[in-house]
């Protein structure tokens, strides 16, 4: 594609782009497709000739944008946000066009010096200890699967790197909450820890880890000959927002040198209001942390900020430094190929310094406090309706609710019937929830945090949900008015 093309096009698309976020609206939420609809209109054979852009932007939006799920559709209340911006998109169109692997400073200075500064702007604005480093990874998973690596090879002496788990006399265990993120299962079977070594502490009535079962645990395996290894805390956790007693855990850790992970993917970015650090108390105990701009600091996925106490742990674990990878200035920069598990890394800093530049601080604040209102409304509109009920406490700007109308007793008919009422109100295309099970109750989940999302559309939600619930008795009559 010659320049000109290449420019006509972009316009063209740039102009749909523009239109979209204008429009992203009149959109379902939730694609309404079923199973394979986008597999029976693709193509079985690639073409042999190149075909013209016009034609494949005309297939994109026919045949491949009715199979999107809209994210950023401001109805969108499901699992956490993956909110984006315009500054942010702007960005990640200029990282495309450089098209830089950052993988040493030597091969893109600027994004490696850009990343610095910008983990550095992100720790002073949530308030994080001044004593952590920063890097950005592509998600809350791989920070995760960092911290479990490190921890591992602080624990042997970095034995396994070089001899492999085998070599070991004793079982290594990880410890986090049973409300945790699945990743820190995940980053235990990768790190080879394997599930029979996770240990899922309890929690309190809160849905918080309770630090005495967590000393009871650790004391139990050391009586055994297992060497406690890593704790991965929580702030904010996925189903329910809970946030661990971190002071009291990190008591714990430093008692018996157990390294601490802090998992806030979702909630850290809570932490550019002053009024809601109080959730961080105790942080300054943790080795590591990580919370995702991608998720409620407008920036497009995937950008996630990881932060080290001792980064010298981490390149340890992680550098290999053959030849071809070798550059003169290794010993006077930093080479952030060595932070992460991949080698190849993108321009992601780029995005995140848009996107600061362009809100500011105090525009960021606002959204995120704007959020918050809005769970509160919704909460407030929960608890004061006979017919509904809060299944958990509202944490920053999440809930988990219930239908719990006063003629059904039986509790599996009571999950029967919000399971129901989520899959109707998903199916009609204007909003969208996820389901969760607390303390074996189904539940309907409700995100608030995409980056337009205001009290209009949370109002709408909320007389989708009554409209829909009403008419659960009459089952085969219940019909969704889109207007």
Request: net charge negative; with cysteine.
């Amino acid at each position: 594609m010659k320049s000109e093309e290449f420019r006509k096009n972009g316009h063209a698309l740039v102009d749909w782009m523009a239109d979209y976020m204008d429009t992203v609206e009149n959109f379902d939420v939730r694609s309404q497709v079923g199973p394979g609809d986008i597999l029976s209109v693709l193509d079985d054979e690639p073409p042999f000739e190149g075909e013209p852009m016009e034609d494949i932007f005309d297939d994109f939006k026919e045949k491949i944008l009715p199979g999107m799920t809209h994210w950023q559709h401001p109805s969108f209340f499901a699992y956490f946000p993956a909110n984006s911006s315009p500054p942010s998109v702007l960005a990640e169109m200029l990282t495309s066009t450089l098209g830089a692997q950052c993988m040493l400073w030597q091969t893109s200075p600027a994004a490696t010096e850009m990343e610095t500064r910008i983990t550095g702007w992100l720790q002073k604005i949530t308030g994080l200890p001044t004593d952590l480093h920063g890097v950005i990874q592509d998600s809350a998973s791989s920070a995760t699967l960092c911290a479990l690596l490190t921890a591992r090879e602080k624990a042997t002496d970095w034995r396994t790197n070089k001899e492999g788990m085998n070599s070991l006399s004793s079982s290594l265990i990880v410890y986090t909450s049973e409300e945790a993120h699945s990743s820190t299962e995940k980053g235990a079977k990768i790190a080879g820890f394997g599930k029979d070594s996770v240990r899922l502490i309890r929690t309190d009535n809160q849905f918080k880890m309770c630090p005495e079962a967590l000393r009871s645990a650790v004391v139990e395996d050391i009586s055994k000959g297992r060497t406690p290894t890593c704790v991965v805390a929580s702030m904010g956790t996925t189903g329910v927002g809970a946030t661990d007693p971190l002071k009291a855990i990190g008591k714990v850790c430093k008692e018996y040198k157990i390294f601490l992970h802090v998992d806030a993917a979702w909630a850290g970015s809570a932490l550019i209001l002053p009024e809601e650090r109080g959730m961080a108390e105790g942080i300054e105990m943790a080795d590591s942390i990580v919370f995702n701009p991608h998720k409620w600091l407008l920036t497009n996925f995937d950008c996630s900020a990881h932060y080290v106490k001792q980064p010298e742990l981490l390149i340890r674990t992680l550098s290999i430094l053959p030849e071809y990878l070798k550059s003169r200035e290794q010993d006077h920069v930093i080479d952030y190929r060595d932070w992460s598990v991949p080698l190849g890394r993108r321009f992601r800093a780029l995005k995140l310094w848009f996107v600061i530049r362009s809100y500011g601080v105090k525009g960021l604040q606002k959204i995120i406090r704007n959020h918050i209102k809005l769970a509160e409304y919704a909460a407030t509109w929960i608890d004061e309706d006979p017919e509904f009920e809060l299944v958990s406490p509202r944490s920053l700007s999440l809930l988990n609710f219930r239908f719990r109308p006063k003629n059904i007793t039986k509790s599996g008919d009571i999950d029967l019937l919000n399971e129901d009422l989520l899959n109707r109100l998903n199916d009609s295309g204007r909003v969208y929830f996820t389901q969760n099970r607390v303390r074996g109750k189904f539940t309907i989940r409700w995100s608030i945090g995409q980056t337009n999302t205001q009290l209009k559309h949370v109002k709408n939600a909320w007389s989708l949900i009554k409209r829909v619930s009403s008419n659960l008795n009459q089952i085969d009559s219940v019909t969704i008015n889109r207007d």
